[in-house]
């Protein structure tokens, strides 16, 4: 059994004339009438009764046009959806993203996505970059929202910049720096340095290091596995974090942050995906961030 026997089974029911339903259905009489035998024969039921010039629905007949109907009806929904989905339309989309990095742009891009997709459901991973890499390679992921990783960490993925942010010192309100006239990397010295967790972030250490060349390189006296604890930490005046702008808008007026300067090579925030296989949704979720950016 086929599609076209139901579509062909559905005409007959409803005009009940077979002359009128081949040209509704734009095919012959003699084919459209050997259809429904081959469908009766298939199901070893008798959906028409015949007379001279109309086809009555037997009683197994009214109820397999019911039936037929839904798997119709059922089946054009399919379609509808499969193509909304291939258009960006509709669908489900995961995100990976630093908090940190990203709260400038983030629910800016999410506002425009709603207005443009309100049928597709973003679910929003709080992932480390090497999290974020691993979901994107798997396919667990369809974009992430990230600082730019090394070339070597990009292999299969491509990452496209959106904006660049000042990278900034943060200390609690009451720490000297707060009131310095002026902050930059050289003020730092003999600092507590307050960072992320090596482990899972490997490379905001490998930024640390590039930032003082050449300066000697801090020693890092906290690791914190989220942005969360290192504010907390900082503001208990337990020593400096690093951290580009927009910081301030994830830790609010608990922290003082202060723009470097002279100001160091910029932290470079953008979009990763897989190498030619993105989904239309996920375009669209990317267009929406560089409208944001």
């Known amino acids: 059994m086929e599609l076209r026997h139901l579509r062909y089974f559905v005409a007959v029911a409803e005009e009940e004339n077979v002359t009128r339903a081949a040209a509704r259905l734009r095919?012959?009489?003699p084919s459209l009438s050997r259809q429904i035998l081959d469908l009766?024969?298939?199901?070893?039921?008798?959906?028409?009764?015949?007379?001279?010039?109309?086809?009555?629905?037997?009683?197994?007949?009214?109820?397999f046009l019911s039936e037929a109907r839904a798997v119709?009806?059922?089946?054009?929904?399919?379609?509808?959806?499969?193509?909304?989905?291939?258009?960006?339309?509709?669908?489900?989309?995961?995100?990976?993203?630093?908090?940190?990095?990203?709260?400038?742009?983030?629910?800016?891009?999410?506002?425009?996505?709603?207005?443009?997709?309100?049928e597709v459901r973003v679910v929003l991973h709080d992932f480390s970059t090497e999290e974020m890499l691993n979901g994107l390679s798997e396919g667990d992921l369809g974009v992430a929202l990230l600082k730019r990783p090394s070339d070597k960490s990009l292999r299969g993925l491509v990452f496209e910049e959106l904006k660049r942010f000042?990278?900034?010192?943060?200390?609690?309100?009451?720490?000297?720096?707060a009131r310095a006239r002026k902050v930059g990397l050289h003020s730092l010295t003999g600092e507590r340095i307050i960072g992320y967790s090596r482990s899972e972030y490997p490379e905001y250490h490998e930024w640390l290091a590039s930032l003082f060349v050449p300066l000697a390189p801090p020693a890092i006296a906290e690791e914190h596995d989220?942005?969360?604890?290192?504010?907390?930490?900082?503001?208990?005046?337990?020593?400096?974090?690093?951290?580009q702008k927009?910081?301030?808008?994830?830790?609010?007026?608990?922290?003082?942050?202060?723009?470097?300067?002279?100001?160091?090579e910029p932290v470079v925030v953008g979009v990763a995906c897989r190498k030619g296989k993105i989904s239309a949704v996920a375009e669209r979720f990317i267009a929406a961030l560089k409208r944001s950016a």
């Open 226 to 243: 989220s942005s969360t604890s290192l504010i907390a930490a900082v503001e208990a005046g337990r020593g400096v974090a690093l951290i």
């Open 166 to 177: 000042p990278v900034c010192a943060a200390t609690n309100r009451t720490h000297r720096l």
């Open 40 to 63: 009766e024969e298939e199901l070893q039921l008798s959906l028409f009764e015949h007379n001279a010039k109309t086809v009555r629905l037997t009683e197994a007949g009214r109820v």
């Open 246 to 264: 927009g910081f301030e808008n994830l830790a609010g007026p608990r922290l003082k942050v202060r723009v470097l300067d002279p100001a160091p």
């Open 72 to 118: 119709l009806q059922r089946v054009a929904e399919a379609v509808q959806t499969a193509k909304a989905v291939s258009g960006g339309q509709q669908g489900e989309l995961h995100v990976g993203y630093a908090p940190s990095l990203t709260i400038k742009l983030l629910p800016q891009a999410l506002r425009l996505f709603q207005d443009e997709a309100s």
């Open 27 to 29: 095919v012959s009489q």
